[in-house]
């Protein structure tokens, strides 16, 4: 593996970030321009493409996030690796250069100027040279060079039209998310009422066993070709039967979990790609999302239920996450207790009927407890358990223990857990003391030598000293010992 990317290996504005979309801004200032000195409505049309090709893309990655976390019919039992979640920050990056080309291409050719609203020929004309479309080994350049044969005949010939365009562009997003969806959702009974189209439409396992098995199932779209050339993969059609009738995989583990601000929605896996690969942060364009953001929280109020946010494989181990639909400033208010209760306790029996082990609440069980005492599940505490594995990691025979930090919930538990098992202990507490400092170098220089530092929050402690042992977070040592 090559240890610096080569040349066009990586998108020419990827050092801008979320800014890359400044690029299109002095061509969607010319249409403006264009329009209202000449009149100029084609160029006017590019921007709003643009828009809709990203709608529609993020429906699909929100819809296939929330399937592949619940659906029985997944075709990969495997979970979202980091890799996956850096390449899916740049799934946008291909309407950013179909915009560019798009605007360029209006402004050298004549052609494709005064384009009419639909010409049926032009449509018969795209759909035909599509068909002749397969799978290149290659990257998004010769993809879309690939993909505007069609509408580059479509112009020179003089039957391009705005409705076909914009057709077409539906049509290979469309096309591109389904086939990548790794779940099976096309029915078997369209197949059966229309034989023909197993030819012309591809489903998510026929694309799927291109890339598991990488020399079969070439076509893009329409698998006539591999039909044709004897490319088809022959486990195609078993595959599809089998993962229609779907398989349901039972979880070992369950994490309870809800939203936390309003904003907290989009940094979800089913939210935007993009801000939910990076630490939670509130950002200024998400505010000019709230009449959605508030609209979504009144519906799931009054109609939502618990949902599985996603599901993750560590070894053997199955775990699944599953969120409340109910943000903290809603667990403040007292006479929304019991709607919260019913809802906890709903998916505490329903992870008690679906076998799981474990499931762990980011809040007290106790009242679950009582209510329910015959279950079988074990209902653990978030804060308990990160306070058991603190306490376990302290190694035998130590006799001192200094907490430094905020006056959690946690800290006082391992105190009490400290002090009951007749450990010397002390505790410093600094008012304003943000959680992510950790133990600054001039406090960790004064601890003896071969001290311990295990820290009881999410953040580790910087490991400044080699005379010393540093343990790793709750989280981490908690999934190590699974």
């Known amino acids: 593996m090559a240890s610096k990317p080569g040349l066009f290996s990586e998108w020419p504005w990827k050092k801008l970030g979320n800014f890359k979309y400044v690029i299109l801004a002095p061509w969607v200032a010319h249409s403006l321009y ?37 659906t029985k019919h997944l075709i990969v039992s495997k979970g979202i690796d980091f890799e996956q979640v850096d390449r899916e920050r740049n799934w946008d990056d291909q309407i950013i250069l179909s915009g560019i080309s798009m605007y360029v291409l209006k402004m050298l050719l004549d052609a494709a100027k005064n384009i009419p609203l639909w010409r049926t020929d032009g449509a018969v004309l ?18 879309f060079i690939l993909f505007s044969i069609p509408m580059l005949t479509a112009t020179f010939t003089g039957t391009a039209s705005v409705i076909v365009f914009l057709g077409y562009f539906t049509y290979i997003d469309f096309m591109n998310n389904l086939g990548h969806c790794n779940f099976e959702l096309v029915p078997k009974w369209l197949f059966t009422i229309f034989p023909f189209l197993k030819y012309f439409m591809y489903t998510p396992t026929f694309h799927s066993l291109h890339h598991t098995q990488f020399r079969t ?45 309003l904003q907290s929605i989009y940094h979800l896996r089913l939210g935007f790609a993009d801000v939910a690969s990076k630490p939670f942060a509130s950002k200024w364009y998400l505010w000019m999302l709230l009449p959605l953001t508030c609209g979504s929280m009144f519906v799931t109020w009054i109609y939502g239920s618990t949902f599985t946010l996603e599901r993750n494989k560590l070894d053997k181990l199955k775990m699944q996450t599953w969120a409340i639909p109910r943000y903290n400033f ?23 009927e679906e076998g799981v082990k474990g499931e762990a609440l980011n809040r007290n069980g106790e009242l679950f407890l009582l209510k329910h005492p015959k279950l079988n599940i074990r209902i653990v505490n978030g804060s308990s358990l990160a306070v058991a594995i603190v306490l376990n990691s302290i190694p035998q025979g130590t006799k001192q223990v200094f907490l430094r930090g905020n006056l959690s919930k946690r800290a006082f538990s391992i105190a009490l ?5 007749g450990i010397q202990m002390g505790m410093l507490c600094l ?37 010393c042992t540093y343990f790793t977070t709750p989280a981490i040592t908690g999934f190590q010992g699974e």
């Open 431 to 467: 008012a304003g003391l943000d959680s992510r400092d950790g133990l600054r170098e001039e406090e960790q220089k004064k601890a003896p030598k071969g001290s311990c530092f295990i820290p009881f929050s999410q953040f580790p402690v910087k490991k400044i000293r080699k005379d």
């Open 330 to 352: 809603q667990y403040l208010l007292s006479w929304q207790r019991t709607s919260i209760n019913n809802l906890i306790g709903k998916a505490i029996l329903k992870a008690e």
């Open 417 to 421: 857990g400290l002090c009951q098992r």
């Open 34 to 70: 264009a329009f209202v000195t000449d009149g100029e409505k084609d160029m006017m049309l590019i921007f709003p493409i643009l828009l809709w090709r990203w709608l529609h893309s993020q429906i699909w990655i929100s819809f296939a996030r929330f399937q592949t976390a619940r």
């Open 217 to 261: 199932n070439y076509s893009l779209f329409m698998p006539i070709y591999d039909y044709v050339y004897g490319t088809m993969d022959k486990s195609s059609d078993t595959l599809y039967e089998t993962m229609l009738k779907g398989k349901i995989e039972r979880p070992q583990v369950v994490h309870l979990t809800h939203p936390t601000t």
């Open 126 to 143: 795209t759909v035909l040279l599509h068909m002749a479309v397969v799978h290149p080994f290659a990257e998004m350049v010769v993809y």
